[in-house]
């Protein structure tokens, strides 16, 4: 397990519900980047918005590594659709 603090991360939004998160977690998010074409270590292409802007998949242990990247502005991680009924 990892522990994770809401003021642990500067460029990552979105919580994670528990304090202790598996590292091998999937979490998905929508990623920018400062160099177009850029994709960051550790994340897997969903979708390709535009040259900076895309969605994609990584493990809970790449977030300080995607924190911690210059050429990332910002990581929004998804949260659960809560269901209507």
Same mark, same amino acid.
């Given at each position: 397990?990892?522990?994770?603090?809401?003021?642990?991360?500067?460029? %990552? +939004?979105?919580? &994670?519900?528990a304090a202790a998160v598996d590292p091998d977690m999937i979490l998905k998010a929508v990623v920018k980047v400062t160099?177009?074409?850029y994709v960051p270590p550790g994340v897997t292409v969903r979708s390709q %918005? +535009?040259?900076? &802007?895309?969605?994609?998949?990584?493990?809970?242990?790449?977030?300080?590594?995607?924190?911690?990247?210059?050429?990332?502005?910002?990581v929004s991680l998804s949260r659960p659709l809560r269901i209507i009924d």
């Open positions: 397990m990892f522990t994770t603090k809401s003021a642990q991360f500067h460029k %990552i +939004d979105g919580s &994670l519900r160099e177009p074409g %918005i +535009d040259e900076t &802007l895309l969605t994609g998949e990584a493990t809970a242990s790449t977030l300080p590594v995607l924190d911690s990247d210059p050429k990332i502005v910002s």
